[in-house]
């Protein structure tokens, strides 16, 4: 009961942390800037239409735009560490950075199916309803029943790939990746076991 009342107050602390760093009426993007910049540096990995064909590297397409701009700021500030992001961000302005929000916030997510029937299972679970024997919260209570994310907050999961999931809830719990507010997704895949991760990243592969 404390653990559970513990994780229930990192996360109300997580959200208001969230909401706190993104303006109620932050600036628009114009996704028209950013074709260029989407052409000649982005859709090499994410895809020209935010749909990456590659597993390592996340599909952007109906991403919230003010989370896509925050990340690429905590890239080029160093708050989120990568190697390859770091030098392809540093000469993006902040309008760059609100355009590519908006590019890719607009672009259609095309559906993804996932692979593995027993670990799509096991991922429901965790997913819907968390593990309350290890205070694992459910992920639908910020990332939506459908993985759409809130926006600002939390990001959209639906249709990511299951390979990038499954490595940034590594990175979170080894810390190699700490932007999350208030350090709520540390405190989550902390308790996290390598498979409940496995059949989380699976599940949400084919959320849509």
């Not at 653990?3 to 107050?9: F, G, K, T, V």
């Not at 993804?112 to 965790?126: E, M, N, S, T, Y």
């Amino acid at each position: 009961m404390r653990l559970r009342h513990a994780l229930l107050i990192a996360l109300m602390s997580a959200t208001t942390t969230w909401a706190a760093t993104a303006p109620a009426s932050a600036p628009r993007g114009d996704p028209a800037k950013a074709q260029k910049i989407v052409n000649e540096v982005c859709g090499a990995c994410h895809g020209n239409d935010g749909n990456s064909t590659t597993p390592a590297y996340p599909s952007l397409a109906g991403q919230h735009p003010e989370y896509i701009t925050k990340q690429l700021h905590d890239f080029k500030s160093g708050a989120r560490r990568n190697a390859i992001m770091a030098p392809n961000v540093v000469g993006l302005t902040d309008e760059d950075m609100l355009n590519l929000g908006a590019y890719f916030a607009a672009q259609q997510p095309k559906p993804r199916l996932a692979k593995d029937p027993q670990l799509v299972a096991a991922g429901q679970r965790l997913y819907r309803g968390g593990n309350p024997g290890s205070g694992v919260p459910a992920c639908a209570s910020c990332h939506g029943p459908n993985g759409a994310g809130i926006p600002v907050q939390f990001p959209r999961l639906a249709g990511q790939h299951a390979k990038y999931v499954e490595t940034q809830l590594k990175n979170f719990r080894s810390g190699d990746r700490a932007n999350d507010g208030g350090s709520m997704m540390r405190v989550i895949a902390r308790r996290m076991t390598d498979q409940e991760m496995r059949a989380v990243a699976e599940f949400v592969s084919g959320l849509r």
